[in-house]
Antibody, heavy 117, light 107 residues
Framework: QVQLVESGGGVVQPGRSLRLSCAAS????????MNWVRQAPGKGLEWVAV????????YYVDSVKGRFTISRDNSKNTLYLQMNSLRDEDMAVYYC??????????WGQGTLVTVSS | DIQMTQSPSSLSASVGDRVTITCRAS??????LNWYQQKPGKAPKLLIY???TLQSGVPSRFSGSRSGTDFSLTISSLQPEDSATYFC?????????FGQGTKVEIK
């Protein structure tokens, strides 16, 4: 069965960095686009970034451009999100999400990023 | 960016009621509209994609429809386990934007 397991969340001071990882299993990881979607406490969903299956095409929401980098290692079935210059407004649960037929069909359980001094 | 306006923000209905949630896109997105259900403390779950295609394993009481840039999610007979927040999302262009959510409560 498809599994997406995020890790790497935690408490970080504003301006610092954090790298999230998502270990994928149960499907051919290299065949799917992958996304990060976040949800601030008590708020709605916000798409953050997408990386296509070959890893060469990436898109970001404007609020994270130049600060966040999405990447993948298809040999390790792992998705990453490098987050630099973290801000208060980046505090959220971050979900790793598989894309299929222009929809998000599988989600991880999420990892919480807390930005606090 | 494409704006997704979802309504109502919350509703309360009885078991067995027919419930409809709507989502309006700020421009044409053709059929690139998805619906998700999220229960407290859990990740969202895909219910419907491409405006009206039911995701595998989702009960048939859920359905989706489109009229131009207006989309609807209907629960034909509300069940206790349907208490959740529902989000629409356009997948026509980046950034992939979500509606603000509709919280469905059972009376």
């Amino acid at each position: 069965q498809v599994q997406l397991v995020e890790s790497g969340g935690g408490v970080v001071q504003p301006g610092r960095s954090l790298r999230l990882s998502c270990a994928a299993s149960g499907f051919t990881f290299s065949s799917y686009g992958m996304n990060w979607v976040r949800q601030a406490p008590g708020k709605g969903l916000e798409w953050v970034a997408v990386i296509w299956s070959d890893g060469n095409t990436k898109y970001y929401v404007d609020s994270v451009k130049g600060r966040f980098t999405i990447s993948r290692d298809n040999s390790k079935n792992t998705l990453y999100l490098q987050m630099n210059s973290l801000r208060d407004e980046d505090m959220a649960v971050y979900y790793c999400v598989r894309e299929y037929s222009s929809s998000y069909d599988y989600w991880g359980q999420g990892t919480l990023v807390t930005v606090s001094s | 960016d494409i704006q997704m306006t979802q309504s109502p923000s919350s509703l309360s209905a009885s078991v067995g009621d027919r419930v409809t949630i709507t989502c309006r896109a700020s421009q044409s997105i053709t059929i690139y509209l998805n619906w998700y259900q999220q229960k407290p403390g859990k990740a969202p779950k895909l219910l419907i994609y491409a405006a009206s295609t039911l995701q595998s394993g989702v009960p048939s009481r859920f359905s989706g429809s489109r009229s131009g840039t207006d989309f609807s999610l209907t629960i034909s007979s509300l069940q206790p386990e349907d208490s959740a927040t529902y989000f629409c999302q356009q997948s026509y262009s980046n950034p992939r934007t979500f509606g603000q959510g509709t919280k469905v409560e059972i009376k």
